[in-house]
């Protein structure tokens, strides 16, 4: 891989639950699927599917390879070009490890979430400075009721959250991640 | 309901399958709380899931009252305010209908695709029509491999379909219609 990346990782751990305590949550097949086929859209160059869980990681790539080897790849030939994207990770650091050997260099780490934290920068500002191309972007995503501070305090760049028309801002994750690659890739 | 207003229709039927047949296709659980967490970060009015099996119908409204008045309208008061969006509908007709009773007025029809069309109108045009307020919109957004031709034929408004970074434009319709609600109502 050489000049300008940036890769997408969804994360299973560590995350909060509902009453703020840190969990491992369930990879799902729909979340390997939907953001598979929106970072091959916006032109990802991997899907990171972090989780600890060692059964876990065993149905992804069981999944994985379904659409890529198997029946599926006959199929349906576009979702294998989407899921060939998806690498498994156990964590966020071995995620990160894959892309700088991949880059040759460490990438950048972003995280979103939901609520407004100070210091956010916009997505036209990511954009901007994905466009210059001096860096590569690991874009963080969290799974339950978000990432654990540890992982923003960690982070070098905290993205804007998504505002709606009013104050409801549960989207899905596999919203959140189409409207953020939207709007740091999409064409209009 | 007075002044503007917009809504949203899941259409599973008519649609084509993988070989150009027009089928029904199976309502899925995620794609009504996908989409009405969308619908109600950007304010749509209604979602309509418009499939004409009555058994998939009792399916939807079993879904929608456990997050209303069951054990899910407790554990997840913010599902509750998504899903109080959705409706069913039994057809397209009847959900244009139902929206021109609650509007006062008849909706403009917008259809969604993939393929891109002559005299399709883009997402920055829509919005400035949407905002000048004269009329109520009532987005279509298939299933399956996408409405049918007499479906776009007899719509108001096409709509630009979502373009990525290249070719590749297979995004799940719970992406497509984020992606949509955020070029159309998003704050920046």
Chains 1, 2 share one sequence.
């Not at 491992?24 to 916006?42: M, S």
């Amino acid at each position: 891989m050489t000049g300008n990346s940036f890769c997408v990782a969804l994360i299973h751990y560590p995350v909060y639950d509902k009453n703020g305590q840190v969990v491992t949550t369930a990879v799902t097949n729909l979340d390997i699927h939907d953001i598979a086929r929106t970072a091959r859209t916006f032109d990802a160059d991997r899907y990171y599917v972090v989780t600890p869980v060692t059964d876990q990681q065993a149905m992804v790539s069981r999944i994985v390879s379904h659409w890529q080897d198997g029946w599926g790849a006959t199929y349906n030939p576009k979702r294998k070009a989407a899921l060939d994207l998806v690498s498994v990770a156990p964590s966020l650091d071995a995620a990160r490890q894959d892309m700088a050997v991949r880059c040759g260099r460490e990438p950048k780490i972003v995280v979103t979430g939901a609520a407004g934290r100070p210091g956010s920068v916009t997505c036209v500002e990511l954009a901007d400075r994905i466009a210059a191309g001096d860096d590569d972007y690991l874009l963080l995503f969290g799974t339950g009721w978000g990432m654990t501070e540890e992982v923003f305090s960690a982070a070098d760049l905290v993205l804007e959250p998504i505002r709606g028309s009013g104050d409801y801002n549960h989207l899905s994750v596999r919203s959140a991640v189409s409207i953020y690659m939207d709007r740091l890739f999409g064409r209009r």
